[in-house]
């Protein structure tokens, strides 16, 4: 019999975003008597088609459920399936990993006049956007340990003074540098072999299987 993956969820979030998108693109009929009034704004548009893209990534990605009865892929399918459990354990101590170190890198980089309600959405656009890519290799040392009186990209400094000292002190920026270098070896180091290590022990445990 041929072994099915079930995918409930992706596919419910699928048929979701697909009725939000219908319900964000409105369509001009012949019939109706005001164009205007049948138009939407920009950023209902964006979101639509954003929305799309999202959809049509996970319908391509429903037609691996094609190759479950392979003989050489199937197996393939099945370790995917199983190794995304694996993500997802990883996904959620890697998460709970950005947080704190974004969260640190913002008290160290910032004062408490600089958390202002405009400021508010680029700290914490810097707090996910640094960690995250960090992981990657993009260390963004020259950014987070500027010696600028106007801070970094996501973690500006409106109370610098009116000199062109630097309202950081070496202290600060020693500790953020000592801040990357903590959380590259528990990402790179630890977090990432541990997911290695899980992926091998389902390759193995589905090989046997086979």
């Known amino acids: 019999s ?4 079930r995918m409930p969820y992706v596919y419910k979030i699928r048929y979701v975003l697909e009725s939000v998108v219908l319900l964000n693109t409105h369509h001009y009929h012949p019939g109706d008597a005001d164009i205007d009034s049948c138009k939407i704004d920009d950023n209902s548009y964006d979101i639509g088609r954003v929305l799309l893209s999202v959809s049509s990534i996970m319908f391509v990605l429903r037609l691996i459920h094609m190759f479950i ?5 199937g197996p393939t399918v ?3 399936n199983k190794m ?3 993500f997802r354990v990883f996904l ?9 170190f974004g969260v640190g890198y913002a008290v160290v980089l910032t004062e408490p006049e ?3 309600k405009e400021q508010t959405p680029t700290m914490i656009g810097g707090i996910f956007f640094y960690t995250f890519f960090q992981m990657y290799g993009e260390l963004f040392v020259d950014d987070l340990g500027s010696n600028s009186a106007e801070g970094s990209t996501y973690f500006p400094t409106k109370s610098a003074s ?3 000292e630097s309202s950081r002190s070496s ?4 500790v953020v540098i000592a801040l990357v270098g903590i959380y590259m070896a528990i990402v790179v180091l630890m977090l990432v072999n541990i997911l290695i290590a899980m992926f091998s022990d389902t390759y193995s445990k589905i090989k046997q299987r086979q």
């Open 162 to 164: 009116d000199t062109d």
């Open 78 to 80: 099945l370790m995917i």
């Open 2 to 5: 041929i072994i099915r993956i």
């Open 69 to 73: 009865s392979d003989k050489y892929l």
């Open 114 to 116: 600089d958390f202002t």
């Open 171 to 174: 202290l600060r920026r020693g």
């Open 84 to 86: 995304m459990k694996d």
């Open 92 to 100: 959620t101590m890697f998460f709970m990993v950005l947080i704190a």
